[in-house]
């Protein structure tokens, strides 16, 4: 859409505020399901605290969850940025490739007007309805009268809804307001801090360093006791200021006090640490000069989510998106408070932390002003829901459930509180669709021809357990989740006694209702089992599922759980040690007790490599016809085609009845455990599919090449019809011929459309 030469834009349907990587993936989506789409915003480039102004790499659900990690959109960008990236994933890194990346995918959408460099100041409402807003572009001399049908609020104070008249909070509530376990008795008005990030380089020469006259001092490690800073090269999060400033009015001076102390840090680094002949060659290049915003305003908005719907994890009708950060509460003054711990501080940890939990539509617009949604961190939600939504990957995912709705609503006519049952639920679909998590929630596409397929493969891996020579110490009680295919008669585990004496191991089996429930460790077992160690021995040990008391029906006649995932608790034992396995099956985790309380090991920002344990006879976890099963992640399954072997391998979907077909999607395997930070520079993800072919077969059986890919790193991958392909179809085979290193072809997913 070309710009009008005059200050006034009107024609579209949804116009966006903010560039942050909630509003932008909540514009792209929106252009890109359909809707006519203007981006607005005050910035050169996208991306907000992501961007090269500030640099803040990204987190999110699966930082502290293991399989976790968020896909759609935002797996979309950054998959694209790491396999071009030449650095490494770290505070302060993010280069100027990431800043082009978002831009291009903004030019090439058609739908989509981008307008940079550009400031909302003034916002129009009549009858309830917001009918403009008014932008001016200073560096152009423009001013712009801009008409959406829908906006927008991604700014991430709220700038739009504050100025619409949208009811908004600061600070945490009292825990009388919203019943909330961890709020205070009284409100606080405290907000968390912004950060500056820094980026050092090694300049192979020794680089004197002599701080301004302005800057902090920390001339001892104790000055700095608290906050590690053994990396030199980047950081650091927890140079953070807030309290007593206000972080809307005090910007800049945050910002000015901010670089007191990034300055006075690096010269504690160079000149007084105890280390500091590692930083002899160091020199600063780049220092941040934009704060990086944690926390404003909040809205009220249809629904405030709040800390006990996110801990019972609430599976609202019109949930559009997920979290699963910790409720991730700094020490009030951030730095100013160098006697204690930036986070947590005297604080149990685990209290903190939450499964991934679902995030309601209506949390994501106004109640009062009707055309009003909100994407990014001034999203209608409490203080302390606030704290685990905050991140960007959490944040972006929510962006693209807006846009998603937006164009639903500019399809329908319907404005966000008006969006019926079977909006709601064509939202969901489109999103699962875009290959978006929706917790419990699976493809129901009618037009998906392959949910009725027959699918079949060349292999399939039965889960076999393959233990490494580390493992974790049941000096305490740990735990596996496993597969249980129904026909399991017996357990084993990988273990070593490093004891002179027989151990006696004990363990339990908990049925558990997805992946994350760490609950079902504490509820009655359905079944025991005993293994006998020898002193000294080092390998697999086999015992049979006996029965145990208050055992519930539905159990086969070995005493085994029926198909589901199933936790096994092995008892404490001195001594004995709980081999890991030398690589991560989709769905497969553990746990330990930490401070009273189950928790995944061996812990947050890890690979999550789980402890080696399986059932005899082997469970066929991963067979073909969990690519049509309607979850493309592991959930309540393992939810993945895993091969037995290296490629090249293949599957194939027989329709029941010949199709003319338009469209095959795949969503290859992926290890969801992986976080941004462990994907170093140019890297592939060793899962995803490099080569494949697509082929597909006539009613007469005549098989031919619909797609033939080479080098490719994405997870969703889209092949449309190839031009001069005529005739029915009546099966699709997919030919992986190389991976990116991975032992075996994953697919999660695949999906035809006429």
């Known amino acids: 859409m070309q710009l009008d030469p005059t ?58 969850n293991p399989s976790a990690n968020e896909t759609g959109l935002i797996l979309e960008l950054i998959t694209e940025e790491r ?54 572009q200073p560096e152009a001399e423009k001013v712009w009268r801009i008409e959406a049908t829908l906006l927008c609020d991604a700014t991430g104070d709220g700038t739009v809804g504050v100025a619409a008249g949208v009811p908004w909070r600061v600070g945490q509530e009292a825990s009388h307001e919203y019943g909330e376990p961890l709020a205070p008795p009284e409100a606080e008005t405290w907000t968390l801090g912004s950060s500056l990030i820094f980026r050092s380089r090694d300049c192979g020469r020794p680089m004197p360093y002599t701080p301004p006259p302005w800057a902090a001092s920390y001339p001892t490690e104790e000055s700095l006791s608290h906050r590690s800073h053994g990396r030199i090269e980047s950081g650091y999060w927890w140079i953070e200021v807030g309290y007593p400033f206000d972080s809307i009015k005090d910007d800049d001076a945050i910002r000015d006090e901010l670089l007191r102390h990034v300055l006075g840090v690096w010269d504690h ?69 160098a006697d204690q711990a930036p986070s947590f501080h005297g604080t149990g940890f685990a209290s903190f932390y939450v499964a991934p939990y679902s995030v309601p539509l209506r949390s994501l617009h106004a109640a009062n002003v009707r055309n009003l949604f909100f994407a990014g961190r001034c999203m ?35 404005l966000p509180g008006d969006l019926r049952a079977e909006d709601v639920e064509a939202v969901q679909q489109s999103l699962l669709r875009q290959d978006c998590w929706i917790p419990r929630v699976r493809n129901a596409d009618d037009g998906d021809l392959a949910r009725h397929a027959c699918v079949a493969a060349s292999s399939a891996w039965p889960y076999e357990a393959l233990p490494a020579d580390g493992g974790l110490s ?90 589901g995932l199933v936790w096994l608790r092995l008892e404490p034992a001195e001594g004995v040690t709980w081999l890991q396995q030398s690589w991560a099956p989709p769905g497969i985790i ?39 099963n309607g979850v493309s992640r592991p959930e309540q399954w393992t939810n993945v085609w895993l091969s037995d072997g290296p490629a090249p391998q293949w599957l194939r979907l027989d329709l029941p009845e010949p199709a003319d077909l338009g ?73 992986v011929l190389a991976t990116h290193g991975a032992p075996r072809v994953e697919i999660d997913e695949v999906r035809l459309y006429r």
């Not at 509003?23 to 910035?43: F, M, Q």
């Not at 929510?398 to 998603?404: I, K, S």
């Not at 080098?711 to 031009?723: D, I, K, M, S, T």
């Open 380 to 414: 209608s939600a409490s203080r302390l829901a606030f704290n685990s939504l905050r991140v960007q990957r959490t944040l972006a995912v929510g962006g693209q459930a807006v846009g998603t709705a937006a164009a639903r609503c500019a399809r329908t006519g319907r």
């Open 474 to 563: 049941l000096a305490a009680p740990l735990a596996c989740l496993l597969p249980f295919d129904g026909t399991a008669e017996q357990v084993r585990v990988f273990v070593r006694n490093e004891t002179a004496r027989e151990v006696a191991l004990t363990g339990t089996l908990h049925p558990a209702e997805d992946i994350w429930d760490l609950p079902a460790l504490e509820r009655e077992p359905v079944g025991a089992v005993e293994f006998r160690v020898p002193p000294g021995f080092a390998g697999p040990l086999v015992a049979r599922v006996a029965g145990h008391p208050g055992q519930p029906s539905g159990v086969s006649g070995t005493s085994a759980p029926t198909r």
């Open 83 to 136: 396999a071009q990236s030449p650095d490494n994933a770290a505070d302060g890194i993010v280069n100027a490739g990431w800043d082009l990346i978002l831009y291009d995918k903004a030019r090439r959408e058609p739908n989509l007007t981008v307008l940079l460099n550009t400031h909302v100041y003034a916002v129009e409402v009549r009858d309830g309805r917001i009918v403009s807003v008014t932008a001016t």
């Open 663 to 735: 469209l095959v999607q795949i969503a290859w395997g992926l290890d969801f455990h992986r976080s941004f930070f462990q994907m170093p520079a140019c890297f592939r993800a060793p899962e995803c599919a490099r080569d494949y072919r697509i082929t597909a077969i006539g009613t007469d059986g005549t098989e031919r090449v619909w797609a033939e890919v080479q080098g490719n790193f994405q997870r969703l991958c889209r092949h449309r019809r190839p031009e001069g392909l005529r005739g029915a179809v009546s099966a699709v085979r997919l030919g």
């Open 590 to 628: 553990s746990a330990h007790r930490e401070e009273g309380r189950w928790a995944f090991a061996p812990g947050q920002f890890t690979s999550w490599r789980p402890l080696a344990a399986d059932t005899l006879p082997a469970a066929r976890a991963y067979e073909p016809a969990n690519v049509i």
């Open 269 to 337: 680094i160079k000149n007084h640490c105890a280390h500091r002949e590692q930083a002899a060659n160091h020199a600063l290049e780049w220092v941040g000069m934009r704060p990086a915003k944690r926390e404003s305003r909040r809205f009220v908005g249809a629904h405030v989510l709040t800390q006990a719907e996110i801990g019972r994890r609430e599976l609202f009708p019109d949930r559009v998106a997920y979290g699963g950060w910790i409720i991730d509460d700094h020490t009030k003054g951030g730095i100013l408070a």
């Open 7 to 64: 200050d006034h834009l009107t024609g579209f349907d949804l116009c966006v505020v903010g560039g942050g990587m909630a509003g932008y993936c909540a514009a792209l989506t929106a252009a890109r399901e359909g809707a006519r789409t203007l981006i607005v915003h005050d910035r050169p480039v996208f991306g907000g605290c992501g961007s090269t102004e500030m640099r803040i790499p990204f987190s999110g659900a699966g930082s502290h």
